[in-house]
């Protein structure tokens, strides 16, 4: 492994999140290096999902530390996450049915903005909330050149996010995205987060809900996302793509980090076996026909 590739990403430690009396994250620790595909696996309700939800600052934990390039990120603070380098996209796929293609690229961005933001470290404070907003709302009637400058980069960064998708988005950029199918609805979303030029990308099941064929474009896109150096946490069922992609699996179940290793190891290992076709559940996890694994079993 090369020293550029070894370079520490993420470090999680100790997190802990419980809902009530469920442990949905019960003090788990690992590290993505940089350049790294790492992919999250799990029976439903793992807590594959609270994870990637905690480390994005949509949940605040009840415990533990995330470092981002060894920097701590501020707990359950999504902006800031975000202006940090930490992108994601969402188990169920969110966009803005009212807002066209390209626009829902550009709210990706927004964190970005400088020129167009000059008092944006005051938002933190709740009395003065509302400077930041007057302030970015004057410049959006009367920008400034740097905010035109800004504009115009903003404009060209939303461009190439939807041309990393060929012919799906970029004919669309100026459809409403209720417009769109269910897989380029996911595609806009991953185009968002990308659009960060994010130092992590989250993905939350990306081809949930895909045939074989959009599931296959996507492993192909993600796949070329690698190659170029993106690092990147999956988390999926379709054990296809975690197979195809990983450089290393962490299984989870019930809250812990149960086995991290290659896709071979993990799926060899005693522990992982007893998840899937475990104690509790009363027929045996079957693999599908697109590699999706069935851990609902008698549920
Ligand atoms: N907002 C919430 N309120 C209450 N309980 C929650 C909440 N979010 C998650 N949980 C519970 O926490 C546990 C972990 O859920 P989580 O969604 O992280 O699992 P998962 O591994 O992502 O599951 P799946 O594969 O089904 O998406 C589950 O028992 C779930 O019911």
Redesign the pocket.
Known sequence: MSAQQSEQILSVAGLRRA??G?R??DGIDFEVNRGEFVSII?P????????INLVSGVLRPDGGRILLRGNAVRPGSPEEAAEAGIARTF?NGRVFGNLTVAENVEVGLHSTLRAARPLRSLARYPVIRWVPILAESALALVPTRKVRAERELLRAQVDSGLARFGERLAPRAGDPAYTLSYANRRRTEIARALALDPVLLLLD?PAAGMNQSETAEVGRQLAELKANGQTIVL?E?KLELVNQLSDRVIV?DE?SIIAVGTPEEVQADERVIEAYLGRRRLRPATVGAEGQVDSDGGR
């Open positions: 809902f009530g469920v949905a994250v799990g439903n309700g793992s807590g594959k999902s609270t994870t188990q099941e988390v069922h989870m809250g």
